[in-house]
């Protein structure tokens, strides 16, 4: 971009999604329209200094903005539809879109809210490079259930089951008709989704799951949901697994598929003293 054009620079975001909905942004006072995107300046995002670091430092910086009801919604942030969504920001002229550079590729990180606002950590594309890779030796299963290395089919009957809220507790106890075919525990660990209502996409991992009289269930999250869901909102519940080995043969008959080493010895057996070279 021309130096002597800097007073008719203006910012604009674009940010897609996974489910692939596109959004654009714009810090000008009118809108703006390039690569098929429409930058709206009506909608409260804007960003602070972008720091990008020489090398391989990470590029960081945060994405704030107001929750708009047709843009960024509360219910969309805490389903987690922004979750990891790409994001691409331009220095560019707002008399001829073309004149243009892209200063920032990356993705959305943590979000937070505070009142009726957002606040989302931006992370540049070497962020991955900072991830551990390589095999974990270690008792238990590496896969994740239903991933290509387990190779859990999760549709299967039995693996999840659907009912209706009768109560909840803080968004994070809740009543379930309709699921009581499961023995205690087969949901711990597991995924509850919210089908319906307010809270329709919003999604939480078993803590504990009982099962009551009267075709009830009892089930507790880790976590309270971010939108409290109401009595006849429908849920999903997703089996659980403890990645063991016990667990993978016995509960999932996946032995084969097991991506834990079950025979490495204990922690504390590199304490133990050697008995070599001692006298009987």
Not at 123 to 147: F, K, T
Not at 154 to 166: D, F, H, K, N, Q
Not at 220 to 230: M, T, V
Request: aromatic residues 6%; negative net charge.
């Amino acid at each position: 971009m021309s130096v002597h054009l800097a007073q008719t620079v203006a910012r604009a975001w674009a940010v897609a999604r996974r489910d692939g909905v596109v959004l654009g942004f714009t810090d000008h006072d009118r809108a703006l329209a390039f690569d098929g995107i429409g930058f709206r300046p009506d909608t409260g995002l804007s960003a602070g200094a972008i720091m990008q670091g020489a090398g391989l430092s990470v590029d960081n910086s945060e994405a704030v903005g107001a929750l708009s009801d047709d843009a960024i919604t509360e219910a969309d942030l805490m389903a987690g539809r922004w979750d990891g969504a790409e994001v691409r920001l331009w220095d560019v002229d707002w008399t001829d879109t073309a004149n243009r550079a892209l200063v920032f590729r990356g993705h959305l990180g943590e979000v937070s809210r505070g009142g009726a606002a957002f606040r989302a950590e931006l992370r540049g594309l070497s962020e991955s490079l900072g991830a551990a890779q390589g095999r974990v030796y270690h008792p238990r299963c590496s896969a994740d259930l239903g991933d290509g290395q387990c190779g859990m089919d999760l549709s299967l009957p039995g693996y999840r089951a659907e009912g209706v809220i009768e109560a909840e507790e803080g968004g994070m106890r809740l009543r379930l008709a309709g699921i009581d075919a499961q023995e205690p525990h087969w949901f711990e660990r597991g995924r509850l989704q919210v089908l319906s209502g307010h809270a329709q996409g919003l999604h939480g991992v078993v803590k504990n799951d009982q099962p009551l009289p009267g075709g009830a269930r009892a089930v507790e999250l880790w976590a309270a949901l971010g939108i409290r869901p109401a009595p006849g909102d429908r849920v999903r519940l997703s089996v659980g697994c403890d990645k063991s080995a016990a667990s993978c043969r016995l509960k999932f008959a996946n032995f084969l598929n097991f991506r834990g080493f079950p025979h490495l010895p204990a922690e504390d057996w590199l304490m133990t003293p050697s008995n070599r070279g001692r006298q009987g």
